[in-house]
């Protein structure tokens, strides 16, 4: 999937998501937004000045989020996400309002709607992972300019002995099973069993 792929997806299909901000001392926040619209410059969401969600994100421009779709856990798909955050004030206000027409019965009139300002989540970087996938799948992303840096597990080929003790200790079998092993990152769970199973110490992360 594309970077915009991933953000398109969690804004019109999981829509609502789990975000944590940090507040005067460093410790993290987390609270329930909907995602209201996204685009080349990345997802948007909106809130009023009185929260303290606000004054959170307005103290300290970053944010990050979960959001998780599918009726259990072996059909669900999630999408984790760190990004920077900037105020960009009524700005689209009104597409936001004819986008999500719920918004609506929570802030009914103009002069209520007042209280609302608009952010931008508009760097950041990711992973996208699906469990309902067999075997599961995982993918780094980023925009904006970030770059997206693998994390995981992988073998030094040149400490690799050709045993096979991580091939068969791993729950996804998504290491090669024969001549110097290879880690398919992509369907790891990052479980760490073939680091611990290694007896030469070919296996680290990153």
Do not use: W
Not at 61 to 73: N, R, S
Not at 104 to 116: K, M, V
């Amino acid at each position: 999937m594309t970077s915009e792929e991933i953000l398109n997806l969690v804004q019109n299909k999981i829509h609502s998501v789990i975000v944590a901000t940090l507040d005067e001392e460093g410790l993290p926040v987390t609270c329930v937004i909907d995602m209201m619209l996204v685009d080349e410059g990345g997802l948007y969401f909106l809130t009023a000045r009185g929260k303290e969600f606000y004054k959170r994100l307005m103290a300290k421009p970053v944010i990050a989020l979960t959001g998780l779709k599918g009726e259990t856990t072996m059909t669900s798909v999630s999408v984790n996400l760190r990004g920077e955050v900037r105020n960009i004030g009524k700005e689209r206000l009104a597409e936001i309002f004819e986008k999500n027409p719920y918004m609506t019965e929570i802030y009914p009139t103009e002069t209520s709607r007042d209280a609302l300002e608009f952010f931008q989540i508009y760097k950041g970087s990711g992973e996208y992972f699906d469990l309902s996938a067999k075997p599961i799948f995982r993918q780094r992303f980023s925009f904006g300019g970030e770059e997206a840096l693998e994390h995981g597990y992988f073998i030094d080929i040149s400490k690799c002995i050709e045993c096979g003790k991580c091939n068969a200790v791993c729950p996804q079998g998504c290491i090669t099973d024969s001549g110097k092993r290879k880690i398919l990152s992509e369907h790891c769970l990052h479980c760490g069993r073939c680091m611990e199973a290694c007896p030469a110490g070919a296996v680290f992360t990153t």
